[in-house]
């Protein structure tokens, strides 16, 4: 007697209530919608995308023409009012608002994405990956760099052994391509006519309208950015990051060029020790910025390009460029001799396709804030070292708590003041 065969379907793939099928869309949101947050929001194309936010309506006229159909906003938190149905956003303004626009939308049961660095402050990264984990909803910081084949690739080789134990990286980037050690302009130009500033400058001091912060150059101010470390550190310190499995550091130090208290250095070096995990033995990363490098290894055949990362380990190095392309060992003799270990770790179909999928799929992203707000503390404490590098002190530091254990001026600078209405 033949009995009838039935398939037991996951209950996601058929959506319904407090589900959603891999084919519905969601609906999405996208805040800062000029620079970056053009690439940001056109990632979304194949989604719902029913609202606009931007306090620029210059710098977001072209992203609004893409999705006539979605309401345009400056202020987000009227946005998040008015539009219930939203499921998810981006988010891609300036580093100082990072923090309040995502925690207000975690608050409100919103997935979100957030452009890197994932905050401003260490007091942020944290509250966010605390609210992420409350709400249980699905981040991902925006470093694409993170999606790679060749940051996968770094994960295997290490793990499998191809240099030994890894005791110490050098990092290195170009940027600043924006001014630092700059002072405060004197001039109050006019405030043009389709910027909402007061908006621009939420969660700072107020200080008057310049072209020197808005566009783009935001970064290189102590208010507004996070300096050369805070912009590329995502992109170049995530991959050992992720390899070496580091969480927090013990010990922070730096040097750099002059600066002030409204610019970055225009150059600088940080130094991170990290303290020994299960078989993994304590390392050390520096880092070099504002056209400092590394030194050259030995065994780097004249000619090479340098990478952005040089891994030291016992047995041998590795090197590889930003967003973790192109890994090679040194010297290149080593690489020809070679075998990959077996690819173990499951490969992503880009960073923003990932963050939708984890949505629909009930799953995690890889770079979500229980990973990204370390990755991004470690460079904000970099950043401290740097503001208090006259003090010609090692910083201590204690991840557990979260807590300088050698100095309270540093403490200090673990968050920041916030204007009436811009709380966290």
């Known amino acids: 007697m033949a009995t009838a065969a039935f398939t037991i379907i996951p209950r996601h793939v058929l959506g319904g209530k407090g589900f959603m099928a891999p084919s519905d869309k969601l609906n999405v949101a996208c805040v800062g919608i000029g620079g970056k947050g053009v690439e940001d929001s056109e990632a979304m194309q194949n989604e719902n995308v029913v609202a606009l936010c931007d306090v620029d309506e210059i710098r977001g006229s072209e992203t609004r023409m893409k999705y006539p159909n979605a309401r345009y906003y400056k202020d987000f938190r009227i946005m998040l009012e008015k539009e219930k149905s939203i499921d998810a956003i981006t988010v891609s303004t300036p580093d100082h608002t990072h923090a309040i626009i995502a925690y207000t939308a975690i608050n409100l049961g919103k997935h979100v994405y957030v452009q890197k660095p994932l905050t401003h402050t260490v007091y942020e990264a944290r509250t966010l990956a605390k609210a992420a984990k409350e709400h249980n909803i699905v981040s991902q910081m925006g470093n694409q760099g993170h999606a790679s084949d060749g940051a996968r690739l770094i994960n295997e080789w290490i793990s499998g052994g191809a240099i030994g134990d890894v005791h110490e990286v050098h990092c290195w980037t170009n940027r600043p391509i924006w001014p630092q050690g700059i002072k405060k302009p004197e001039e109050v130009p006019s405030l043009p006519n389709y910027l909402d500033w007061n908006l621009w400058i939420g969660p700072a001091p107020y200080r008057d309208y310049h072209p020197a912060y808005h566009p783009f150059s ?72 504002g056209g400092l490098l590394p030194p050259r290894p030995v065994d780097l055949e004249p000619g090479r390009k340098l990478g952005v990362c040089i891994y030291y380990g016992s047995k041998g190095k590795l090197m590889h460029d930003s967003y973790g392309e192109s890994p090679r060992l040194i010297p290149e003799t080593a690489m020809q001799k070679f075998t990959p270990p077996k690819k173990t770790i499951p490969r992503s179909p880009g960073i923003y396709e990932e963050w939708i999928q984890a949505i629909k799929n009930g799953t995690k992203s890889t770079t979500d804030f229980e990973y990204s707000a370390k990755l991004t503390e470690t460079m904000l404490l970099g950043n401290i070292a740097i503001k208090l590098k006259d003090k010609n002190t090692i910083l201590e530091y204690d991840g557990k708590d979260g807590k300088f254990t050698n100095m309270d001026e540093a403490n200090e600078l673990l968050t920041k003041k916030y204007p009436q209405g811009w709380e966290m």
């Open 218 to 289: 935001w970064r290189g101010w102590w208010d507004f950015g996070t300096g050369a470390l805070g912009d590329m550190g995502a992109h170049i310190l995530d991959q050992p990051f992720w390899a070496l499995d580091l969480d927090f550091p013990d010990t922070i130090q730096a040097s750099s060029s002059e600066f002030n208290d409204q610019t970055y250095p225009v150059s600088s070096i940080v130094t991170w020790t990290f303290p020994k995990k299960g078989k993994r033995a304590p390392v050390k990363i520096i880092w070099y910025d």
